[in-house]
């Protein structure tokens, strides 16, 4: 899954996304654009979310 954050996220949003990922048991990958920041959610899905 991947959540595009809002541009001009500040880092105590992504932080608070990238815990909640982590909270569910999946592995967050943050890649940081021009504009927009971007989290991947790395792991099976099926019947978590």
């Known amino acids: 899954m991947i959540i595009t ?3 001009g996220a500040k880092p105590k949003d992504i932080a608070i996304v990238t815990e ?4 569910l048991g999946y592995k967050p990958h943050i890649s940081k654009g021009k504009d927009v920041t971007i989290i991947g ?3 099976r899905l099926r019947g978590k979310i």
């Open 41 to 43: 959610m790395i792991g």
């Open 5 to 7: 954050m809002k541009q």
């Open 20 to 23: 909640k990922i982590k909270g």
